[in-house]
């Protein structure tokens, strides 16, 4: 059975940038919306964005709105997260997931989640 891989995490001064990839390993993506979240240590796992099949609906989260892209390349079974402008509240490991069923910002509604990279934004 396949998984989902993140990787492109790593430490980056504020202002700075990172380019998060999320791969399909040992199998292709469904024509599923694929969704970003992130946990800092003692947080809940938010919602940071997603993204449908297709490409042409995309959901962000408020605080990283103007900052982040979400984008796929189906060919490829890869998801990006483009982050800019990066912050010190940023720092956080990165997970990617496949939605299922539900409100497509709610963790609840995703499956199928990779191991996570960890981001960390210094002052």
């Known amino acids: 059975q396949g998984q989902l891989v993140e990787s492109g995490g790593g430490l980056v001064q504020a202002g700075g940038s990172l380019r998060l990839s999320c791969a399909a390993s040992?199998?292709?993506?469904?024509?599923?919306?694929m969704g970003w979240f992130r946990q800092a240590p003692g947080k809940e796992r938010e919602f940071v964005a997603s993204?449908?099949?297709?490409?042409?609906?995309?959901y962000y989260a408020d605080f990283v709105k103007g900052r982040f892209t979400i984008s796929r390349d189906n060919a490829k079974n890869t998801v990006y997260l483009q982050m800019s402008s990066l912050k010190p509240e940023d720092t956080a490991v990165y997970y990617c997931?496949?939605?299922?069923?539900?409100?497509?910002?709610?963790?609840?509604?995703?499956?199928?989640w990779g191991q996570g990279t960890q981001v960390t934004v210094a002052s």
């Open positions: 993204i449908s099949w297709s490409g042409g609906t995309t």
């Open positions: 040992g199998r292709t993506f469904s024509r599923n919306r």
């Open positions: 997931a496949e939605y299922t069923l539900g409100i497509p910002t709610s963790a609840r509604s995703y499956d199928d």
